[in-house]
């Protein structure tokens, strides 16, 4: 059972525009949602996080939505970088298990 | 740095051989985890602690997977009699209770062959 779902395996982007990636969850349990960033043969770089009990955090370029009532969020990333290119993955964090539970991830291309 | 590390950054096994990886979590986290991840997939959760306790383990860490955080610092997994499924990138990655962000190590790569 996938609780965590990234529906798009793939993204490209022109550089200076908006990309938009999309996660379903399916457990309203989850506490806390985080997007990582990973480029291939590195771990996971954490990027940004939102607590169930908002709707919107920001930093810098990024920004994530929640949108509790249809279990869905989204990292906004703009202007798009070429450095940006990487594979994002959404994770939802319980607090009653401390467990994270990722999405399969999306690709994440920006072109110069 | 002050990250999280992990050793060996690679491994390549025979069959049936045991290897152990080594993870330092960040020096005043109290939790650790290990996640699996192969090709294609998000990372999968094998195992987490609470300073030297191993308070849940996945359904996917069979017998031959054991996990070690003796002193509550660093931690290891051990698989024993490596099979070619076992192939993937092992993920450490350390939090501090109280927060919610988990801090990843660059991972091992293991090829059992």
């Known amino acids: 059972d996938q609780q965590v779902k990234q529906n798009s395996p793939s993204l490209s982007v022109q550089e200076g525009r908006i990309s938009i990636l999309n996660c379903d969850y399916t457990n309203s349990m989850f506490d806390y949602f985080l997007w990582y960033k990973k480029y291939p043969a590195e771990g996971p770089t954490f990027l940004i996080s939102?607590?169930?009990?908002?709707d919107k955090n920001e930093d810098g370029r990024f920004t994530v939505f929640l949108n509790k009532s249809a279990k869905h969020l989204s990292l906004h990333i703009v202007p798009s970088q070429p450095g940006d290119s990487a594979v994002y993955f959404c994770a939802a964090y319980n607090s009653g298990t401390y467990k994270y539970i990722f999405g399969t991830g999306t690709r994440l291309k920006v072109l110069a | 740095d002050t990250g999280v590390s992990q050793n060996p950054r690679h491994k390549i096994t025979k069959r049936g051989q045991n290897v152990t990886f080594r993870c330092d979590p960040i020096?005043?986290?109290?939790?650790l985890y290990w996640y699996r991840q192969t090709l294609g997939q998000g990372p999968e959760f094998l195992t987490y602690f609470q300073n030297e306790a191993q308070l849940e383990k996945s359904r996917l860490l069979s017998d031959r997977f054991s996990a070690e955080r003796p002193k509550g610092s660093f931690s290891t997994l051990e698989i024993q009699r490596t099979e070619q499924g076992d192939s993937a990138m092992y993920l450490c990655?350390?939090?501090?209770?109280?927060?919610?962000?988990?801090?990843f190590g660059q991972g091992t790569r293991l090829t059992v062959v």
């Open positions: 020096s005043e986290h109290n939790r």
């Open positions: 990655a350390s939090s501090l209770a109280g927060t919610d962000e988990a801090f």
């Open positions: 939102i607590s169930s009990i908002k």
